[in-house]
């Protein structure tokens, strides 16, 4: 029951989103579209799928798309033609496609092919081979952990891609003009600053107690790096670009992206080096079972590490350009 | 136990609904904002604590007076960010033709 | 009686949509945003205890700051000139008073 109204808030929202054309009104729905979806996972039973959509889909994409738009334009351009032609193509594909499901066996339904293949070997063996509790992170983590592995790398290579395009070089007449603009924001930021200092240190607290729960509760390496990097970015925004680039020097954090990736992959050439086969986790202790628990914990700081420098890079790349061509701008007009 | 709990849950729920109803019903953004925030924190304060009163294990107990502190923190702080940036950004608040308009909004920090 | 408060709260975030679809000025669907995003904090507590599962109080938390870091970031990004009120948006406003 609770599935239905929670499918139709979202196709309310979809429709709205299509028909609107103020710019930042959308990215504040495409907000609570996230958080929609997010409750949807929940009502499902899937805790873990939530807890990354809240934090990735609801949090950061919201931010960066709102400083994305602040950059270049608020209002969608009108169309100019309408287009019937592609309409009926679409309307032909997608007619297609549902006569296409309509072989498929019913939604959840346990004689469906894909619960009787390797599911069943997950959900009973999972205890005895790994030892974890939550199977989300034992099959995230060892049974497919060379998937996780691909995962990793494509957002090293997101990371590497915004660093390619958008980072600009900053004059230094530039700097020390933007230094003194950001100090005199205090008075005005003055109530936010404090309440956020108090919030920062929990915040990373809970980002490294979530890192290492994910064993037994909904959690990892994924939803930790992003809370982690939400407290950088949250610091940030409160001090100004200047002041958070002397906290976290920028060179460090692109370092820290690498040794994500590099730990991640040690991890698995070790296993090769003592006989058995890549990201075999039985091989890193003479317990097998401790090996898995090992493996596990290294592979997950590796992609704690990655995924908070990676936003941290992408966050501090936006804001940089930003702060630059805004600063050029105030001092034209 | 319960029917503390139960008369907890009940004034929580009131008053997201009241809170509801005067975001839809208010005229202008700034009556808007005051009806959500106050609403909103006391809300979540009393489901809170009538969750807390079910007597669950010992983690669930402290992992709702986290949050219940966090948002006592939280939200009046989110109310003031977006008020000061309606008015650093000429929102004007909507007041009777009688009054003067601009001896109410000139310029506040 | 947490059946009926987890009613209550979809029956709210209804309102929240309503008026985030029909706010005649930006800032009014911002505040929408952030109660939806309260409400949310609410149902998914209320849901763990209904549903017999208290992990799902590890989400909420989550929400919570999300929630506030978008409603700070808004503030910290309004300093352009494309915040300002437009004049459409003002003509709105005189339509609904």
């Known amino acids: ?333 | 136990m319960s029917i503390s709990s139960a008369v907890f849950l009940f004034i929580g729920s009131f008053l997201c609904i009241s809170g509801g109803v005067g975001i839809l019903r208010f005229p202008d953004f700034y009556t808007r904002m005051h009806a959500v925030g106050v609403t909103e924190t006391l809300a979540t304060a009393m489901i809170l604590i009538g969750l807390m009163l079910q007597n669950p294990g010992g983690l669930v107990d402290l992992k709702l007076f986290i949050i219940l502190l966090m948002t006592l923190f939280i939200s009046p702080t989110a109310s003031h960010a977006l008020a000061k940036a309606a008015m650093n950004n000429d929102l004007k608040p909507k007041i009777n033709k009688k009054d003067d308009i601009e001896r109410v909004t000139s310029s506040k920090p | ?97």
């Open chain 3, 1 to 97: 009686m947490l059946i009926a408060a987890t009613i209550a709260i979809l029956v709210v975030m209804i309102m929240a949509i309503t008026r985030a679809i029909m706010g005649p000025t930006l800032y009014d669907r911002i505040l929408a945003v952030n109660m939806f995003g309260t409400k949310t904090v609410l149902l998914i507590s209320v849901l763990g205890f209904v549903m017999g599962r208290p992990e799902f109080l590890d989400i909420a938390i989550v929400y919570a700051l999300i929630n506030f870091i978008s409603v700070i970031a808004v503030l910290r990004h309004s300093d352009k000139s494309i915040f300002k009120t437009t004049e459409q948006e003002e003509k709105e406003m005189e339509k609904n008073s």
């Open chain 1, 1 to 333: 029951m609770i599935h239905i109204v929670l499918l139709a808030f979202l196709v309310a929202v979809a429709i709205a989103i299509v028909r609107m054309r103020d710019l930042l009104a959308v990215s504040m729905l495409l907000g609570i579209y996230g958080l929609l979806s997010a409750s949807f996972f929940v009502t499902m039973d899937a805790v873990d799928v939530a807890f990354t959509e809240a934090s990735v889909g609801a949090g950061i994409s919201t931010l960066l798309m709102l400083v994305a738009i602040t950059m270049t334009g608020r209002s969608e351009h009108p169309e100019r033609h309408k287009p019937l032609l592609a309409l009926f193509v679409v309307f032909i594909t997608g007619g297609l496609l549902i006569y296409g499901t309509l072989d498929m066996p019913y939604f959840g339904s346990a004689d469906a092919p894909i619960h009787l293949h390797v599911a069943p070997h997950y959900i009973n063996n999972s205890m005895q081979e790994i030892g974890v509790p939550n199977i989300v992170t034992s099959v995230l983590a060892s049974y497919r952990a060379f998937d996780t592995f691909g995962e990793v790398v494509v957002i090293f290579t997101a990371g590497i891609g915004i660093l390619a395009l958008l980072s600009v070089v900053r004059r230094s007449e530039d700097i020390t003009k933007i230094d003194s603009i950001n100090d005199s924001m205090h008075v005005e930021y003055l109530l936010l600053r404090i309440i956020v200092k108090m919030l920062i240190p929990f915040i990373l607290l809970y980002a490294l107690y979530v890192q290492f729960h994910g064993d037994f509760g909904p959690g990892g390496g994924f939803q930790a790096g992003v809370i982690f990097a939400s407290a950088i970015i949250l610091y940030a925004m409160l001090f100004g670009m200047s002041t958070a680039r002397r906290v976290i020097n920028q060179s460090v954090i692109q370092f820290f992206a690498a040794i994500g990736v590099l730990l991640y992959g040690s991890v698995g050439v070790v296993s090769l080096l003592n006989g058995k086969s890549f990201l075999d986790y039985s091989a890193l202790s003479a317990d097998p079972v401790a090996g898995q628990h090992l493996g596990i914990l290294l592979i997950e700081l590796g992609v704690g590490f990655t995924v908070a420098s990676v936003m941290v890079i992408i966050f501090f790349n936006f804001e940089g350009r930003r702060d630059v061509s805004h600063h050029q701008g105030k001092n034209k007009t």
